[in-house]
Structure formats: structure tokens, C-alpha cells
């Protein structure tokens, strides 16, 4: 088969273990994203079979229909609100997804970022290169209150850590995260205004749905503290549409530290926080490290091999097989 490897930036794929399980197959590696997609069907006019890291390409349905030879998608972990499911499966095309990512690294970033924030690292790091020395002054974490606003496989992470910081740990979410934050003895907190106004640091540990996309909204980070700093190491479309901008040039929260973008990848420094010096931006790191690469690109890989055997894993719309 011919396979299609897209938004590789750091042409990490032929580096990886599972690489070579395609030996006996053609393989395309791109490094780029292409958005239109008009582009995105010349791209892959070739191709048998694509794998897609995360939501990095959009695959919608003026993709699909435009699809003559492709037979398979072979997405990294389950989540597919960035396809057309649909539409592949009119087309006949099958949609695989397995897997699922290392929760400690996005965790571990979501800390970088805060202390990133709190103590000036970037600026720091920037101003003595240029020969100054301590042009700010940072903020502990100890004492402070620790808002996790979905308590999970990441959210229960920092709400650990936050805890051996020497912090209060406040939680909120559905019933069912917040019964797993009690049993594990964090606080609840009251209602919903009452976590984002306690608050000194809300992190956000979502994923992207229908049920949560807009989920934060503007009056909720207006309620918070001007000293307080949102993170979102989640998906950008959990907050509100413009509203996370608008809070921060409010100064209510006074600090933002941010890893995901509405559109990406960002490039040319096109985004408003970009040029905002109370946020901290990161280009989508959450995951970006060798070991979660080989877990997912290494369930991308079998997916494929399995469809090239007769015998598809994971598929998302079976539906599609009676169809092949």
C-alpha cells in the first residue's frame, strides 16, 4: 500500500521503532499541514492509507468526497471530531483509532508552563542572554489555591502535585469527576463562580466535545482574580470564542499560559496572545515527546497493517465494512 504520513514537523516518524514495521510498504512522510481541503485531496490522491497524529489535519467531508483511492485513516487515539466520520463512511473509507497518550507529559508541561508564568523563566532566560540580571519578580505556589477544573487522568496529576507544593486544592466538573477528586480527598468547590473567584491558578483538563466546546466562558475568567492565571493545556475551543483575549486585556485574570491555538499550527506569530506579555505560549507541547510519539504512532502503525491484512482494529465506523 501507499501510506501517507502527515504534519511530521520534526520529521520524527522514520526516527521511530514502528517505522520499520512498513518496510514492505511505499511510505510518504509530510511535514507540513495543508488546510484546504482541495489541497489536502491532491495530497493524498495517491495514497491507500494516511496516518494522522492527533487532530493536526482537519479531514472534512469536501476532503472525503473528493478521496478516489483511499481506503484508510489511521488516527492516534480515538478522538475524531476533527473528521468527518460520515462522509468516510459514505466514501467507504475506514476510520481506525486506538490508543491513548502518556497522561503524565501533558501534566508535566501544564507545571512548566505555570511556574514558566509565575517566575518570568522565558522573559528571565531572554534578558540575561542579553546581559541583564533579575528584571522581575516571581510568585510562589505555596499557600496559593489550585483550581482543576476536570479532575482525570491529567487533571489528577496537577492536582497532586499542586498538593505537594504545599497548596489548597480546589476542584470542579461533572459529578463524576468531582466524586473522584473527593474520594481522593481534594476539596469541591461550591458552585461555579465560586471556583473561578477563589481560585489563583485554574487549570483546564478537558476534552474536546460537543458537550464542553465553549464551556468557559468570558463571565466566568471575568470572575477571577487580577493576580490569577488561567492555563489550558486542553484544546483551545473549551473556552468561549474570543474570550480568553478579551479577559486577559481585562486583566481579569491578570496571567494566561497557553499550549493550544483555535487554528493550528500558528505560524508567523499570528495570534493575538502571541503578542500579549501577560501569557505565556507554547506550540501544542503537551505531547510532544519520543516516548508518546512510539505509543502513538506505534497504534497507528499496527491499524494499518492490520487493514492491509484483511482484518481492521479499532474501527470507528463499522458500519463502513459492508460497504467494502
Given at each position: 500500500?501507499?501510506?501517507?504520513?502527515?504534519?511530521?514537523?520534526?520529521?520524527?516518524?522514520?526516527?521511530?521503532?514502528?517505522?520499520?514495521?512498513?518496510?514492505?510498504?511505499?511510505?510518504?512522510?509530510?511535514?507540513?499541514?495543508?488546510?484546504?481541503?482541495?489541497?489536502?485531496?491532491?495530497?493524498?490522491?495517491?495514497?491507500?492509507?494516511?496516518?494522522?497524529?492527533?487532530?493536526?489535519?482537519?479531514?472534512?467531508?469536501?476532503?472525503?468526497?473528493?478521496?478516489?483511492?483511499?481506503?484508510?485513516?489511521?488516527?492516534?487515539?480515538?478522538?475524531?471530531?476533527?473528521?468527518?466520520?460520515?462522509?468516510?463512511?459514505?466514501?467507504?473509507?475506514?476510520?481506525?483509532?486506538?490508543?491513548?497518550?502518556?497522561?503524565?507529559?501533558?501534566?508535566?508541561?501544564?507545571?512548566?508552563?505555570?511556574?514558566?508564568?509565575?517566575?518570568?523563566?522565558?522573559?528571565?532566560?531572554?534578558?540575561?542572554?542579553?546581559?541583564?540580571?533579575?528584571?522581575?519578580?516571581?510568585?510562589?505556589?505555596?499557600?496559593?489555591?489550585?483550581?482543576?477544573?476536570?479532575?482525570?487522568?491529567?487533571?489528577?496529576?496537577?492536582?497532586?502535585?499542586?498538593?505537594?507544593?504545599?497548596?489548597?486544592?480546589?476542584?470542579?466538573?461533572?459529578?463524576?469527576?468531582?466524586?473522584?477528586?473527593?474520594?481522593?480527598?481534594?476539596?469541591?468547590?461550591?458552585?461555579?463562580?465560586?471556583?473561578?473567584?477563589?481560585?489563583?491558578?485554574?487549570?483546564?483538563?478537558?476534552?474536546?466535545?460537543?458537550?464542553?466546546?465553549?464551556?468557559?466562558?468570558?463571565?466566568?475568567?471575568?470572575?477571577?482574580?487580577?493576580?490569577?492565571?488561567?492555563?489550558?493545556?486542553?484544546?483551545?475551543?473549551?473556552?468561549?470564542?474570543?474570550?480568553?483575549?478579551?479577559?486577559?486585556?481585562?486583566g481579569r485574570p491578570g496571567q494566561g499560559a497557553v499550549d493550544v491555538y483555535e487554528d493550528e499550527p500558528v505560524l508567523g506569530g499570528n495570534h493575538p496572545l502571541l503578542k500579549m506579555d501577560n501569557v505565556v505560549c507554547t506550540p501544542h507541547l503537551g505531547y510532544v515527546d519520543r516516548d508518546t510519539y512510539e505509543k502513538y504512532y506505534g497504534v497507528a502503525v499496527?491499524?494499518?497493517?492490520?487493514?492491509?491484512?484483511?482484518?481492521?482494529?479499532?474501527?470507528?465506523?463499522?458500519?463502513?465494512?459492508?460497504?467494502?
Open positions: 500500500m501507499k501510506i501517507a504520513v502527515l504534519d511530521d514537523y520534526q520529521d520524527v516518524f522514520r526516527k521511530l521503532g514502528c517505522y520499520s514495521k512498513l518496510e514492505d510498504h511505499e511510505v510518504m512522510v509530510h511535514h507540513d499541514t495543508v488546510k484546504d481541503p482541495l489541497a489536502l485531496a491532491a495530497r493524498l490522491k495517491d495514497a491507500d492509507a494516511v496516518i494522522l497524529l492527533q487532530q493536526r489535519t482537519r479531514f472534512p467531508r469536501a476532503a472525503a468526497e473528493r478521496m478516489q483511492r483511499l481506503k484508510l485513516i489511521s488516527q492516534t487515539g480515538r478522538n475524531v471530531y476533527h473528521i468527518d466520520v460520515a462522509a468516510c463512511t459514505e466514501k467507504g473509507i475506514v476510520v481506525s483509532g486506538g490508543g491513548s497518550g502518556l497522561p503524565n507529559h501533558t501534566a508535566e508541561l501544564t507545571w512548566g508552563l505555570i511556574f514558566s508564568a509565575l517566575r518570568h523563566i522565558p522573559e528571565e532566560v531572554q534578558r540575561l542572554k542579553a546581559g541583564k540580571w533579575q528584571t522581575t519578580i516571581g510568585t510562589t505556589v505555596v499557600g496559593k489555591t489550585l483550581g482543576v477544573y476536570a479532575y482525570g487522568r491529567i487533571g489528577s496529576i496537577v492536582a497532586n502535585v499542586g498538593r505537594a507544593f504545599g497548596m489548597r486544592v480546589v476542584c470542579w466538573g461533572r459529578e463524576g469527576s468531582t466524586a473522584r477528586a473527593k474520594a481522593d480527598g481534594f476539596e469541591i468547590a461550591p458552585g461555579r463562580e465560586a471556583f473561578f473567584e477563589t481560585a489563583d491558578i485554574v487549570s483546564l483538563h478537558l476534552p474536546l466535545n460537543e458537550e464542553t466546546r465553549g464551556i468557559i466562558r468570558h463571565s466566568d475568567l471575568a470572575r477571577m482574580k487580577p493576580a490569577a492565571l488561567i492555563v489550558n493545556t486542553s484544546r483551545a475551543p473549551i473556552v468561549e470564542e474570543g474570550a480568553l483575549v478579551r479577559a486577559l486585556k481585562e499496527e491499524q494499518v497493517l492490520a487493514f492491509a491484512a484483511g482484518k481492521p482494529v479499532n474501527v470507528l465506523n463499522p458500519e463502513v465494512m459492508g460497504k467494502k
